[in-house]
């Protein structure tokens, strides 16, 4: 790194202008060193075993926990009798969900307030100027979704080939699914920082730490909707809220991670190098 020794000063016809002996190269040049490269897929290679290995053995009992803690929850406002863990193969090992008998499909005072809404709701996402265009796209994807939803069970209710058991398998195959990714994609996404085993390993951790969580909270208000309203919002829950959320806020959450990161290291000259 070249540092500015000093600065004189040359008249000119604007007044003095400042000229340095040495000057910074502009950040446009400037790179993270990636180091050992056969070292840094060793990392990923250990911190995907850290974590998938307990994950392979212990997420049929995570499953049957957050089954078990949605149908006490869902026991204060949907009848317990109705509510039952049911259990099947995946992965060689078992997966735990919820079912209930309570879902039916959409009245017509419900179908046409939600066509309405759906309507008036994606028509402003695209036309108010004062809505930022970002949630603007989001609401208009969701409308997208659930407009569709409408017009099926407008037409052709009866060919609606699902109901809350396949819904509630379906949610905990994609969570177990996202949660072996987690140790995969993160370290892999971490090789270009120059940071220690031990702070990627925090990160992994905290989150999937979050996506347990998160999914065991989301599980239990999915099941509500789905029980105590209707089908009808069973597409619009999966494909904008499901899987693309749990994208969405772990993208999310490691760009806090590189924002901070950078932050601390931005300043540092002995990190950096530059490309001369």
């Known amino acids: 790194m070249i540092i500015a020794k000093s600065t004189s000063f040359q008249v000119s016809d604007k007044g003095l202008k400042p000229e340095k002996d040495l000057i910074y190269f502009h950040r446009a040049y400037r790179k993270l060193p990636v180091g050992y490269l056969p070292y840094r897929f060793l990392e990923v290679l250990f911190l995907f075993f850290l974590f998938a290995i307990p994950l392979f053995f212990f997420f ?3 499953t049957q926990f957050t089954s078990y803690v949605a149908k006490q929850i869902l026991s204060f406002v949907i009848p317990p009798e109705t509510i039952e863990i ?3 193969p995946y992965l060689f090992r078992s997966i735990y969900y919820i079912v209930s008998y309570q879902g039916n499909f959409p009245s017509k005072t419900l179908l046409l307030i939600t066509t ?4 008036l709701i994606g028509i402003a996402a695209v036309r108010v100027k004062s809505i930022p265009k970002s949630i603007g796209i989001w609401l208009s994807f969701i409308c997208a979704i659930n407009f569709v939803s409408c017009i099926f069970f407008w037409l052709v209710p009866d060919l609606f080939p699902y109901d809350i058991e396949i819904f509630s398998d379906l949610y905990m195959i994609t969570e177990v699914s996202m949660w072996f990714m987690i140790p995969f994609i993160l370290p892999l996404a971490l090789i270009p920082l120059p940071v220690g085993l031990f702070k990627k390993f925090i990160v992994v951790a905290t989150i999937l730490v979050y996506a347990l969580i998160f999914g065991c909270i989301r599980y239990v208000i999915f099941f509500y909707i789905l029980s105590k309203f209707s089908y009808l919002f ?5 494909f904008a809220f499901g899987p693309l959320l749990d994208f969405l806020c772990i993208v999310g959450l490691y760009g806090l991670f590189v924002s901070r990161f ?3 290291i931005k300043g540092d000259l002995s990190i950096w190098h530059w490309s001369y």
Do not use: D, G, K, V
């Open 262 to 264: 950078a932050q601390n």
């Open 60 to 62: 049929p009992y995570l």
């Open 86 to 88: 049911q259990s099947r």
């Open 116 to 119: 309405i809404a759906t309507l």
């Open 234 to 238: 069973m597409a619009i829950l999966f």
